[in-house]
């Protein structure tokens, strides 16, 4: 089975600001008094024809269509898979948390066959993250989403097949071996 990623496109909700305040939407989730006070430099504000024009962006995905979708990973649950598709998403989001040096991780990851039947294509689509910082986005949990993960991660053979370093600290591993082999 091969990946693709959904196609997207950005939209903006906003308007032109001459004597009030932009107000995010309640379909945005934004909280319209937290958005006031934000420092200008985090607000997402562009100059145009010399105005000011406050604006919340959205991601915008295609519609998923009637076919049957499978959900690999929650907000805070990374189930174990061992069939081909499940452990690439494993490991992928094994890769993708060591690649950005510990400080992200993937989560909620679902996908839909593209219904296409000669070409298996799972579309990857909804995916959400988890940074330390916890400013990605809806959903991100900061460093309590990251140790989810790493907590609930269990290696794959397409880990070790990439050549993965493992999620835990050596003291970690060194601990949870111990573990093991007393109770074995």
């Given amino acids: 089975?091969?990946?693709?990623?959904?196609?997207?496109?950005?939209?903006?909700?906003?308007?032109?600001?001459?004597?009030?305040?932009?107000?995010?939407?309640?379909a945005s989730g934004?909280?319209?008094?937290?958005?006031?006070?934000?420092?200008?430099?985090?607000?997402?504000?562009?100059?145009?024809?010399?105005?000011?024009?406050?604006?919340?962006?959205?991601?915008?995905?295609?519609?998923?269509?009637?076919?049957?979708?499978?959900?690999?990973?929650?907000?805070?649950?990374?189930?174990?898979?061992?069939d081909k598709q499940g452990a690439t998403i494993n490991s992928f989001q094994h890769f993708t948390y060591l690649y950005s040096n510990r400080t992200l991780v993937l989560a909620d990851i679902q996908a839909s066959e593209s219904g296409n039947p000669s070409t298996h294509v799972a579309i990857l689509f909804d995916l959400m993250s988890h940074t330390i910082d916890g400013n990605s986005g809806a959903g991100d949990h900061g460093?309590?989403?990251?140790?989810?993960?790493?907590?609930?991660?269990?290696c794959v053979q397409k880990c070790a097949q990439m050549g993965l370093d493992s999620l835990k600290e050596p003291e970690e591993q060194s601990e949870a071996d111990e573990d093991a082999s007393e109770s074995g």
């Fill in 30 to 82: 934004v909280d319209s008094t937290a958005y006031s006070t934000l420092p200008d430099e985090e607000k997402e504000e562009l100059i145009g024809n010399s105005c000011l024009i406050s604006s919340v962006t959205w991601l915008l995905e295609r519609e998923r269509s009637n076919f049957q979708f499978r959900k690999f990973s929650g907000t805070l649950d990374h189930p174990h898979y061992t």
């Fill in 1 to 26: 089975t091969d990946f693709e990623v959904t196609d997207f496109i950005l939209a903006r909700e906003g308007h032109t600001v001459s004597t009030g305040v932009f107000t995010p939407s309640p």
């Fill in 143 to 154: 460093e309590a989403g990251i140790k989810s993960f790493v907590n609930q991660h269990k």
